[in-house]
């Protein structure tokens, strides 16, 4: 499948501790179902401290690394891959602003986050990282075609 933009587009898209927690994941599905987009995979995993270093390497000098990395790995998280037209944009537009304070009204992270780091899911970026991180979890065994 192509990294561009447009058809078959995909990307990875994590409910996290706090979003299981809370009992968001079905809010969380029906809003990608609402909104036509096509989920290919699904598993419900719990990370372990190293795995969720591996997951967040690109943010390994950040202050807050060790603080994410305890937080994504403290209960089982939901990992989907998402399909469609602009998928990675699309997600990351219901997602909201990594800090809930500035995302916009209606998105998931103004809805429910607690915080810039308890802030329910995960959307990948760029069709590179989305790619990598659908690796990182699944297979192509796994993908729904
Ligand atoms: P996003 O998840 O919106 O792609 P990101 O890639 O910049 O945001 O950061 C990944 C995660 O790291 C983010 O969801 C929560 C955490 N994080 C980011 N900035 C933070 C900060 N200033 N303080 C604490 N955690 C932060
Ligand atoms: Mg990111």
């Excluded at 898209?13 to 599905?29: A, C, H, Q, T, Y």
Aim: glycine share 12%.
């Amino acid at each position: 499948m192509s990294g561009e933009g447009g058809r078959g587009e995909r990307t990875l898209s994590i409910v996290k501790p706090d979003g299981v927690r809370k009992g968001l994941i079905g809010e969380v599905i029906r809003r990608f179902e609402k909104e036509g987009i096509r989920i290919s995979a699904m598993r419900m995993i719990r990370l372990t401290r190293g795995e969720a270093e591996g997951f967040y390497a690109v943010h390994r000098d950040r202050p807050f690394f060790g603080s994410l990395t305890e937080f994504i790995s403290s209960g089982p998280v939901v990992v989907m891959v998402l399909e469609g037209d602009d998928v990675i944009a699309r997600n990351r537009r219901l997602m909201g602003a990594t800090d809930p304070k500035k995302a916009d009204k209606g998105t998931i992270r103004a809805d429910f986050a607690h915080n810039v780091e308890q802030n329910i899911v995960h959307g990948s970026d760029a069709p590179e990282t989305a790619e990598t991180e659908i690796r990182y979890f699944f297979s192509d065994l796994d993908l729904v075609r």
